[in-house]
């Protein structure tokens, strides 16, 4: 059974780094055919996608958050990181991280973690 | 930038769905996909490949389209499909989700 769980601050503070860790069972992060994505949803707003990481450390990061955001994975903790530097409170939101298929012709999230929730307060 | 009409559709249960999703530029059908996400859960994958239900959705879960306009149909609603849904895209190593259709109970 495939599952992934998100963990990390619920209260983060303005200008403070915010970090996320999503630990994954049921699959492997060396599998060359799958990664991870880091997916929020802001109150009220919709989904946007943050970055993802494959087996081979390719990673691709949202063009307007690129220069706040770093992803990395720890294959042997099953474990997928993001921090976001400079937080503000428009980043308040559920965070999720998903499990991303890839394949020639194919690429999506086909399961997600539960989110946890973070709010940008000083 | 995909756009998603309308924003919100109020039907009854058993009544046909049909969500819009358009992208400003071409978009290969294999890379197009619809999600749902009920309040207080997880966005869950209906659609892949454009038409390409996922595992365990119901058939009357169907999706269609090409280039810039695909099309999510639920045959007849049950209780449970209320939720809000979400196309989404990926181009150029990068992923975008349209602002989502709220189903809402009429």
């Known amino acids: 059974q495939v599952t992934l769980k998100e963990s990390g601050p619920v209260l983060g503070r303005p200008t403070e780094t915010l970090t996320l860790t999503c630990t994954v069972s049921?699959?492997?992060?060396?599998?060359?055919?799958?990664?991870v994505g880091w997916i929020r949803r802001p109150p009220g707003k919709a989904l946007e996608w943050l970055a993802h990481i494959f087996s081979n450390d390719e990673k691709s990061y949202s063009t307007s958050l690129k220069s706040r955001l770093t992803i990395s994975k720890d294959t042997s903790k099953s474990q997928v990181v993001l921090s976001m530097t400079n937080m503000d409170p428009v980043d308040t939101g559920t965070y999720y991280c998903?499990?991303?298929?890839?394949?020639?012709?194919?690429?999506?999230?086909?399961?997600w973690g539960q989110g946890t929730p973070v709010t940008v307060s000083s | 930038v995909l756009t998603q009409s309308p924003g919100t559709l109020s039907l009854s249960p058993g009544e046909r769905a049909t969500l819009s999703c358009r992208a400003s530029h071409g978009v290969s059908s294999s890379f197009l996909a619809w999600y749902q996400q009920t309040p207080g859960q997880a966005p869950r994958l209906v659609i892949h490949g454009a038409s390409t239900r996922a595992t365990g959705i119901p058939d009357r879960f169907s999706g269609s389209g090409s280039g810039t306009d695909f099309t999510l149909t639920i045959s007849r609603l049950e209780p449970e499909d209320f939720a809000v849904y979400y196309c989404q895209q990926y181009a150029t190593s990068r992923f975008t989700f349209g602002p989502g259709t709220k189903v809402e109970i009429k």
């Open positions: 049921g699959f492997s992060l060396s599998n060359p055919r799958m990664g």
């Open positions: 998903a499990r991303l298929l890839r394949g020639i012709g194919y690429y999506y999230f086909d399961c």
